[in-house]
Each structure stands twice: as structure tokens, then as C-alpha cells.
């Protein structure tokens, strides 16, 4: 079946940075934007940015400029590199596929979900 596996997390002091990586396998990247999500204890799955097969990417208003989201298609991986750590930054971080069309930056676009990876920003 499809899977999706994050890796990359870890505990990082505040102003620091992370990069995590998302491969896909028994996945066609072509055909499914990539997203990434984040959820904190206690709150509701949030939408972090995507990026589509041709590398357009969509990110939250409210992380523009931190985060940045590439990808390599040969190795059916995508990134997301985070820059200028906070500690409300402290999440598990999830990375997802679905279809094209639909609403990119809601959970319910998609249909697959990696299992998570966990993020921690000391201060």
C-alpha cells in the first residue's frame, strides 16, 4: 500500500533550524500535490504549506518567510525546511498526498498521511 514516511525531527533550541523529508513509495508523485501539516497537543491539525509535481508551492499566511517546501522527484521526496525556530513552532509534523483539485491547505484533501514526525523548539 501506499506509504508515506517522515524523518528529520528533533529538539532544537529556539532560532535554530530543521529540515524533514517525506518519501513517498507505491505513490504517483506526478498526480498528487504534497502537504504538509502540523498538529500541537491539544490543538486541531493545522496546514503548514504544499507543493505541487511542478514545484508551485502554497504556504499559511502566518509561516511565510520561515518555512520552505522543495522537492525531488527522482527520489520521490519532499522537504520542508524550517528556518527560525520558535517554541510554538513544537508540533508533530505530518506529511500528506492527495489529488489535485481540491482545497490544498484542508486536511480533508487528502488522502494519505504519513505518520509523523515530532518537532521540539526549546527556549
Known amino acids: 500500500q501506499v506509504q508515506l514516511v517522515e524523518s528529520g525531527g528533533g529538539l532544537v533550541q529556539a532560532g535554530g533550524s530543521l529540515r524533514l523529508s517525506c518519501t513517498a513509495s507505491?505513490?504517483?508523485?506526478?498526480?498528487?500535490?504534497m502537504g504538509w501539516f502540523r498538529q500541537a497537543p491539544g490543538k486541531e491539525r493545522e496546514f503548514v504549506g504544499a507543493?505541487?509535481?511542478?514545484?508551485?508551492?502554497y504556504y499559511s499566511d502566518s509561516l511565510k518567510g520561515r518555512f520552505t517546501i522543495s522537492r525531488n522527484n527522482a527520489k520521490n521526496t519532499v522537504y520542508l525546511q524550517m528556518n527560525s525556530l520558535k517554541p510554538e513552532d513544537t508540533a508533530v509534523y505530518y506529511c500528506?498526498?492527495?489529488?489535485?483539485?481540491?482545497?490544498?491547505?484542508?486536511?480533508?484533501?487528502?488522502?494519505?498521511w504519513g505518520q509523523g514526525t515530532q518537532v521540539t523548539v526549546s527556549s
Open positions: 507505491r505513490l504517483t508523485l506526478s498526480s498528487s500535490i
Open positions: 507543493i505541487t509535481w511542478s514545484g508551485s508551492t
Open positions: 500528506a498526498a492527495g489529488p489535485y483539485g481540491g482545497t490544498y491547505d484542508s486536511t480533508s484533501n487528502y488522502n494519505y
